[in-house]
């Protein structure tokens, strides 16, 4: 069973996924995409597989054979950022380390966008859970992020902004 900081950050990511999905890959598209960000992050590409898991599960990471298995044979790409996320820290639980980790890679390779909605719900669960509230499904977030807060350039600066220092390794952390 998931403790309640993974439950948080799968509940943030099922939000996120939800009001801005990320693309489905193929498996052959999805080894050359991690592939080439494993290149752009000086490391060594994982191996990935599709395996037979559990229901609950999209995909594991294991570091000891440096791979990535996921259930389905059109993997997203934060699942696969967040397995990717899992390979890359020290820390294998789902820490400040590893929201941090996963917000940079969201950043890099998907969108701001998307890295600022995510970086916003795993702050919002954080607090959420501070104040008692620790049932993810009990947090009812919004379907969509407002139109209101879109532009033709994406977020609107003021809004940028306020999200800009979550996206930052030295300010992350303490925001969590």
């Known amino acids: 069973m ?9 509940a943030a990511e099922d939000a996120l996924e939800k009001s801005s999905p990320t693309r489905a ?16 992050e000086d490391s060594d590409p994982p191996a990935l597989v599709r395996q037979k898991m559990s229901s609950d599960l999209l995909g594991l990471a294991f570091s000891d054979e440096w791979c990535i ?10 699942l696969l950022l967040h397995e990717l996320a899992h390979l890359a820290c020290a ?5 400040a380390e590893f929201q941090q980790q996963l917000v940079e890679y969201v ?7 998307h890295a ?21 499904e009990s947090w009812g977030y919004p379907t969509r992020m407002p139109s209101s807060l879109l532009t033709r350039q994406g977020l609107r600066p003021l ?3 306020r999200f800009l220092h979550l996206l930052n390794p030295e300010t992350f952390h303490r925001d969590l």
Do not use: F
């Open 159 to 161: 809004l940028r902004n």
């Open 2 to 10: 998931a403790n309640s900081e993974a439950l948080r950050v799968y």
């Open 107 to 113: 950043r890099k390779y998907v969108s701001i966008t």
């Open 69 to 78: 298995a996921v259930r389905k044979a059109k993997p997203t790409q934060l």
């Open 25 to 40: 890959l193929s498996m052959a598209d999805a080894t050359a995409w991690i592939t080439t960000i494993a290149e752009n």
């Open 116 to 136: 600022a909605e995510l970086a916003q719900l795993l702050k919002l669960n954080q607090c959420r859970a501070a104040s008692g509230k620790h049932r993810p």
């Open 91 to 95: 820390n294998k639980g789902h820490g």
